[in-house]
């Protein structure tokens, strides 16, 4: 058979909505990563900051998921080193305590709890165990014209009861409460985040797959890489359908499940 394609030489799996949904892996999802693991380096990036990199270390040795080192790409890095870049300390972070406390270790000499006078960045993950208070810590900071950072801006995360809000929509609650938006997002589809894989392999050389086309295939398109849409999480045929009918791209690869997609094919470049 004719060679018309790159061979994929590593694979990025988005996580909720893709490999798993509220932490329970699709079927054949773990045993279909494993398998393609022996044959090329394995990935994870997920927009989720509500749980650290460390959480999700454990949570995916525990489902049998192959993990190599550097395997857990997050957004989490990205946001510290350029708070560490920028000299900045005095910061409000707005996250869940396992996440701060991540972040504190990462880097001590940060205060991430700074009062409203010192405040030189508010920075946003995606805190799911938020009381009001907090709410309005956040705000009165934000008020103040302080830097204002998110880790992404995804509307909502998937659960199995239903989607619950996520960043994008308190970011349209901020909008709408004092007209602010966010100066900087890190995680997809900002290029950023794959800029160490994207050093390391051609763009074409990496299959990304995700769930959600407004981040997931949108950061895809972004920086070239290719892309499989499994229609196990967010998106549905309609959703590809409506975009055919605009006339927009539609992903290269959809599937119903990640245990459906030809990855030996894409490894030895045929397809
Ligand atoms: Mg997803």
């Avoid at 061979?7 to 773990?30: E, Q």
């Avoid at 409203?116 to 008020?143: G, T």
């Avoid at 619950?164 to 997002?185: H, M, N, Q, W």
Wanted: charged share 20%; aromatic share 10%.
């Amino acid at each position: 058979m004719l060679q018309t394609k790159k061979k994929i030489r590593a694979l990025v799996f988005d996580l909720d909505g893709t490999l798993y949904l509220s932490g329970k892996a699709y079927p054949k999802a773990v045993e279909t990563v494993h398998q393609v693991a022996k044959q090329v380096p394995v990935y994870y990036l997920s927009n989720n900051t509500s749980k650290s990199p460390v959480f999700y270390k454990n949570r995916l040795q525990r489902m049998g998921l192959p993990l190599a080192k550097g395997a857990i790409i997050s957004a989490l890095n990205l946001a510290l080193d350029a708070i560490q870049k920028e000299g900045l300390q005095n910061i409000y972070f707005f996250a869940n305590p396992e996440v701060r406390e991540w972040f504190l270790a990462q880097d001590p000499s940060l205060n991430l709890q700074s009062s409203i006078q010192d405040c030189e960045l508010v920075l946003m993950a995606y805190h799911n165990s938020m009381d009001y208070q907090e709410l309005c810590e956040l705000s009165w900071r934000l008020q103040r014209k302080t830097r204002f950072w998110v880790t992404h801006t995804d509307l909502v995360c998937p659960d199995s009861n239903g989607s619950v809000p996520d960043i994008g929509s308190f970011l349209s609650l901020f909008k709408t409460a004092y007209g602010i938006e966010p100066e900087r997002s890190f995680g997809k589809p900002n290029p950023e985040i794959l800029k160490p894989l994207l050093q390391a392999y051609e763009p074409q050389e990496i299959l990304f797959v995700g769930d959600r086309l407004y981040t997931d295939f949108e950061l895809a398109k972004r920086t070239g890489c290719r892309f499989a849409l499994p229609l196990c999480g967010e998106t549905t045929l309609q959703d590809i359908e409506n975009l055919q009918k605009n006339n927009e791209e539609i992903p290269e690869i959809i599937v119903d499940q990640v245990s459906d997609i030809d990855f030996n094919s894409l490894i030895q470049g045929l397809i």
